[in-house]
């Protein structure tokens, strides 16, 4: 089946440094690959996604590259600010043999400082 | 609110009530998810929509789960006979499109926070 695993958390960096937060996934298909963010007090909501491989996503600063070859999709941003605090969740979905439904990895933690 | 709205947003049962919780998807939304995530971790799959039809239950961990869309809108999660492991997050989201053949994004409600006591 498929599945996700990524990076443990908790991160905690300084303002402005840079951020890497690994997922690997397994899956049977041809997976689109997604980065959600959860904060404090709010609902799951999309950050960015990827549906082949080679494919950039990019939204707010952040980018991850789906790789194939090592089935990978990290999620980097190059300096990170106070506000970007929250929880991050890769997920992957693969319309084609589960009709969309996610597999989401156990979320990472992220706490920046001023 | 054109968002995903669930209620209630916290519930508190004591062991062996029932409870049911409610999803508004996105008006137009064709495809609805139930998720439940237990504290800690990512949100697991529970049971897939299309339209009234429900596809897909594989996720749900038990008989004392059932899910309904009767007109293909505003969806309803009951728990029977609840119990401590039954407590999490439970978590709706729709998206637009059917599932199949199209990479769609899914718009997530704030979740309804189930504690079991």
């Known amino acids: 089946g498929n599945s996700v695993t990524q990076m443990e958390g908790p991160v905690t960096l300084s303002e402005e440094a840079f951020l890497t937060i690994n997922c690997t996934y397994t899956a049977t298909g041809y997976p689109s690959l997604f980065w959600y963010v959860q904060y404090p007090g709010e609902g799951l909501q999309l950050l960015l996604k990827a549906t082949k491989a080679d494919d950039k996503g990019s939204n707010k600063g952040f980018e991850a590259t789906y790789r194939k070859e090592t089935t990978s999709f990290h999620l980097e941003k190059g300096s990170v600010q106070v506000s970007d605090s929250a929880v991050y969740f890769c997920a992957l979905s693969d319309p084609r043999t589960n009709a969309g439904k996610s597999t989401f990895g156990d979320g990472t933690t992220l706490t920046v400082k001023p | 609110g054109a968002g995903v709205s669930q209620s209630p947003r916290y519930k508190v049962a004591k062991r062996g009530q029932d409870v049911a919780l409610r999803c508004d998807p996105i008006?137009?939304?064709?495809?609805l998810f139930w998720y439940q995530q237990a504290l800690g971790q990512g949100p697991e799959f529970l049971t897939y929509?299309?339209?009234?039809?429900?596809?897909?239950k594989s996720g749900l961990p038990s008989d004392r789960f059932f899910a309904e869309r009767p007109e293909g809108s505003v969806s309803t999660l009951k728990i029977q006979r609840t119990q401590q492991e039954d407590s999490a997050v439970y978590l709706c989201?729709?998206?637009?499109?059917?599932?199949?053949?199209?990479?769609?994004?899914?718009?997530f409600g704030p979740g309804t926070r189930l504690t079991v006591l």
């Open positions: 929509f299309q339209n009234e039809a429900q596809l897909d």
């Open positions: 008006s137009g939304h064709v495809s």
């Open positions: 989201a729709s998206s637009l499109r059917r599932g199949l053949s199209t990479v769609n994004e899914q718009f």
